[in-house]
């Protein structure tokens, strides 16, 4: 079955490649390059904003090997207007409440485009459903508001998790390659699906092998680096995912749950610190491992190896035991972020 989507991949591949390999020449020539002593680093400025790579890939891939559905298109057009606006952000620092509208825009296109989330299912037995309280608009399109509530949380939550991965280079961009690396694998599962997996399994597969290209060159010591405009097309592309073709949130979860929960955590603190959530800081797990001593490598290869292990588990586990591995990850994270913590103050 994996052959069928060999030609897409290597071509996302090839395509991928090129562009860095253009990318690494002319982003100097234009000046596009980030401000390394503006965080206290001695090294020369390199590309910035090369996440725009990911993005020319997934136009060129979708257009010639995917039939243009209204979820394709709606996924294209969010997609768009997120990339143009991290790319401004990346040069011109916006303010987080405009990225944070932007964010909801590109979610609710999104879910005008016909994505929906019908249920979820219960730990403990069971659905529960998504699709009721419908509000009808004008020429008859139906909304569920439970599950566009549910989406725009999704999207824009995931979006600014895989955001807050950017603090280390290479951090994003391996672990949704890791992410991608098991939706594939689950997307290609034989006698697992009720709806047709084809369209996702080349889409997922695509993109995953134009972010390992990326991947390779922004590893530490990074050559380029993908910037919020790479890392929100990152999000926001995982967070379809999950929902594309038939739910897979609970794996998309468990694969992505130290950052989510470092997210969530790091906000939670923001707040009783009255400070504002949306303004970044260095509070995150990656943080505390560099204040604890670890190379940025070493960093990186920690929280890629927790998500694997916690990922490849999940195409394995029934609703009950992927609730517990989200527990255990809960509180993996909180003891990693104490002990970091204390271990930092000594």
């Given at each position: 079955?994996?052959y069928s989507?060999?030609?897409p991949?290597l071509?996302?591949?090839?395509i991928t ?20 002593k ?11 904003g090369?996440?725009?790579i990911?993005y ?6 979708t257009?010639f090997f995917?039939?243009l ?5 709606g ?10 606006t ?6 011109f620092?916006l303010?987080p ?10 979610s609710?296109?999104?879910i ?6 019908f ?7 069971g659905t ?10 004008t020429?008859?399109?139906?909304i569920?508001?439970v599950s ?6 999704w ?6 998790t ?6 280390v280079?290479g ?5 949704t390659?890791?992410a ?12 697992f699906?009720?709806?047709d ?46 929902v ?11 694969v ?12 939670i ?7 504002s ?12 491992l560099?204040?604890?001593?670890f190379?940025p490598r070493?960093?990186?290869f920690?929280?890629?190896t927790l998500?694997a292990l ?5 195409l394995?586990?029934?609703?009950l ?6 527990s255990?990850?809960?509180s ?6 104490i ?7 000594q």
């Amino acid at each position: 079955m994996f052959y069928s989507y060999l030609a897409p991949i290597l071509t996302s591949f090839v395509i991928t490649l090129v562009l860095t390999l253009i990318t690494l020449k002319l982003f100097p020539l234009l000046k596009l390059l980030d401000r390394p002593k503006k965080y206290g680093l001695t090294r020369k400025p390199i590309p910035y904003g090369t996440g725009l790579i990911l993005y020319v890939n997934f136009l060129i891939i979708t257009f010639f090997f995917l039939p243009l559905s209204t979820q394709i298109i709606g996924m294209i057009i969010g997609a768009s207007i997120l990339v143009f606006t991290g790319f401004l952000d990346d040069f011109f620092d916006l303010s987080p409440l405009i990225k944070l509208v932007i964010q909801l825009i590109a979610s609710i296109i999104i879910i005008f485009s016909g994505f929906e989330v019908f249920v979820i299912t219960n730990p403990f037995g069971g659905t529960i459903p998504l699709d009721t309280w419908h509000l009808i608009l004008t020429g008859g399109i139906s909304i569920s508001i439970v599950s566009a509530l549910f989406l725009i949380f999704w999207i824009i939550g995931m979006i600014n998790t895989v955001n807050f991965l950017d603090g280390v280079p290479g951090l994003a961009s391996g672990i949704t390659v890791i992410a991608g690396i098991i939706l594939f694998l689950l997307a290609i599962r034989p006698d697992f699906h009720i709806v047709d997996q084809k369209s996702f399994a080349l889409l997922v597969g695509t993109f995953t092998v134009s972010i390992a290209v990326i991947w390779a060159f922004e590893f530490p010591p990074p050559k380029l680096l993908i910037g919020d405009t790479g890392s929100t097309f990152l999000g926001f592309m995982l967070a379809l995912f999950a929902v594309f073709s038939g739910a897979k949130i609970a794996t998309a979860f468990i694969v992505m749950g130290f950052p989510i929960f470092d997210l969530l955590l790091t906000v939670i603190k923001r707040i009783f610190q009255k400070k504002s959530p949306l303004k970044g800081d260095r509070q995150h797990l990656h943080h505390d491992l560099l204040r604890a001593g670890f190379s940025p490598r070493k960093t990186v290869f920690i929280i890629y190896t927790l998500s694997a292990l916690f990922g490849l588990s999940a195409l394995y586990l029934n609703s009950l035991q992927k609730f517990i591995a989200i527990s255990l990850i809960f509180s993996i994270m909180v003891i990693l972020k104490i002990s970091l913590v204390i271990s930092s103050k000594q």
